[in-house]
């Protein structure tokens, strides 16, 4: 019978495991909630005639509760709060030692025997350390960069179809957290002109179809970098089962606008958009149809650019 106090190193990296850290999964299926809404990320966008039912929360994003407004949901809140040995990396090294002294005692080897075993394992938790750090501190600058600040500020729904004769959008056819600290400049509403409504319901159109096609370099032109991975993510998974995506025949059917803001220099409009297309899975080989989606779909698509610049996709919810 094999006894656990043979392999004192191999229950130790259990335990070890098992303190230090927490496995989150992430679910990378088209069709989910995904994306950064600034320091509404957290907040349910307006319901509007094209989406009368509340928007599902983002499942994935690389906005942190404490970069959004303070109205973010109970749950997401309990959830971010620190354990026993406090948040992050030293609360997970913390646990890691005690686990390591707790096991010599167990074992009989006095509290800090543990410690030999752990030494081991340590190189490999510093090599890790250094490429959050390094992450970390990316996504830090990129925020400063093109000027991700979070703020408090209050909602607006605003519908559209006030008929100014136009088709589309414009006549209502109806997911590292930043290093450092302090305050940031309060969000307010804005208006949307006739002009910004017909580029969402494009955009709506190209990437749909430059994903079915696969095409990374007209996903980049219409994307922030945190989407652009999550669609990177889904079609490596998708190369990696033999099957593509095929979609075609994109089409809006109704569409309003949930609510429009500004946070410093980056304006976000949150879109409700109803639309039907050709939704199709086929074998990458073969071309043999495996599954075809639903030919209707309703989401709400949040845009983001600088003031005076281009509008790109920063997140898809559901309904």
Do not use: C
């Amino acid at each position: 019978m094999l006894r656990i106090r043979r392999h004192p190193l191999l229950a130790l990296l259990a335990v070890v495991a098992a303190l230090s850290f927490t496995v989150v999964t992430a679910d990378a299926r088209s069709g989910g909630s995904f994306g950064s809404r600034g320091s509404r990320t957290f907040s349910a966008p307006p319901m509007t005639n094209t989406a009368p039912r509340s928007a599902r929360p983002m499942e994935r994003t690389m906005t942190q509760p404490s970069q959004a407004q303070p109205r973010a949901a109970a749950g997401q809140t309990s959830a971010a709060r620190p354990g026993l040995f406090g948040g992050g990396l030293l609360g997970g090294l913390a646990a890691g030692f005690i686990g390591a002294g707790l096991f010599g005692l167990l074992f009989g080897h006095g509290f800090l025997s543990g410690m030999g075993g752990f030494a081991s394992f340590l190189g490999l938790l510093l090599q890790v350390v250094l490429v959050v750090i390094v992450a970390r501190l990316a996504w830090a600058w990129w925020q400063r960069r093109n000027g991700l600040a979070a703020a408090g500020g209050p909602s607006l729904r605003q519908e559209l179809g006030q008929g100014d004769g136009r088709s589309g959008l414009g006549s209502g056819l109806g997911g590292f957290a930043g290093l450092g600290g302090g305050s940031a400049p309060a969000s307010e509403d804005i208006q949307i002109a006739p002009a910004d409504f017909d580029t969402f319901e494009r955009l709506l159109t190209e990437i749909q179809t430059a994903y079915g096609k696969e095409d990374l370099t007209a996903l980049r032109a219409r994307l922030t970098p945190e989407m652009l991975s999550y669609f990177s993510e889904e079609l490596a998974q998708n190369a990696g089962q033999g099957v593509i995506n095929q979609i075609a025949d994109v089409k809006l059917l109704q569409g309003d606008l949930a609510e429009a803001w500004r946070e410093g220099n980056d304006e976000y409009a949150t879109v409700a958009m109803r639309y039907s297309l050709n939704d199709t899975l086929v074998e990458r080989a073969t071309g043999r149809v495996k599954q075809i989606e639903p030919s209707e779909a309703t989401e709400l698509w949040t845009f983001r650019r600088a003031r005076g610049g281009e509008w790109l996709l920063s997140a898809i919810q559901q309904t």
